[in-house]
């Protein structure tokens, strides 16, 4: 099976534009979760689909956004961009059953520098 | 969310087993207990996870506290592919929420 592929893999942007970053997870899986991994902040959580539904999110403004496709397929957006959105941005994959039950498959991330 | 304490570092030497401890006294009774690790610049890679009892897989062994309050996570025969930030996430939504988790160094 391939494994999670997020697109592109380098971006940069700067202050003020908006960026859409796309995820593919395995294929059969249905869940699709964010995360962004600073040096300062570590790997925190942005947010959750299943089924096209955002179903958790964590502690980010609104201007970081997502959605989820019939395919599964996701697509993260960040609007006015700072120079703190700076960072890896990973995207998980899981079969998204009973909470807990099944483990997350990572991407290699999208690594967004904003100037 | 219930959060984990995981020493900063640790230091083994290769071939050697390793155990990666793991606290987390605010758990809930519907809590897994999930271990992930990070490769430099790689993503995050799935370890093992539990809920109740003890786990093996290929890469790695889950001792499980009875009263689920700590955990232990046993790699068998440490390689220097082994070296990685070692994360111990309790998953009780579809999120997991990393703490600074455990760096491990492999000495050859």
């Known amino acids: 099976k391939a494994g999670v592929t997020q697109t592109p893999r380098y971006l940069i942007k700067t202050r003020g534009q908006q960026v859409t970053l796309s995820c593919s997870p395995i294929s059969g899986h249905r869940s699709v979760s964010w995360y962004q991994q600073t040096p300062g902040q570590g790997l925190q959580f942005l947010f959750e689909y299943f089924s096209e539904t955002q179903r958790n999110k964590g502690n980010f403004p609104g201007r970081f956004s997502g959605r989820q496709f019939s395919n599964s397929r996701s697509e993260m957006n960040v609007s006015t961009l700072e120079l703190g959105d700076s960072a890896l941005y990973l995207c998980?994959?899981?079969?998204?059953?009973?909470?807990?039950?099944?483990?997350?498959?990572f991407g290699p991330g999208t690594r967004l520098t904003v100037t | 969310d219930a959060k984990t304490t995981q020493p900063n570092s640790m230091e083994s030497n290769e071939e050697e087993p390793v155990h990666l401890p793991c606290n987390h006294s605010?758990?809930?009774?519907?809590?897994?207990i999930h271990w992930y690790r990070q490769l430099p610049s790689q993503g995050p890679e799935y370890v093992i996870h539990?809920?109740?009892s003890n786990v093996n897989n290929r890469m790695a062994s889950l001792a499980i506290a009875e009263d689920r309050k700590s955990s232990t996570l046993i790699l068998h025969r440490a390689t220097l592919r082994d070296a990685a930030v070692y994360y111990c996430i309790l998953q009780g939504a579809q999120k997991l929420v990393f703490g600074q988790g455990t760096r491990l160094t492999i000495n050859p």
């Open positions: 998980a994959s899981s079969l998204g059953g009973l909470a807990g039950l099944y483990e997350q498959y």
């Open positions: 539990g809920l109740t």
């Open positions: 605010t758990i809930s009774g519907t809590d897994y």
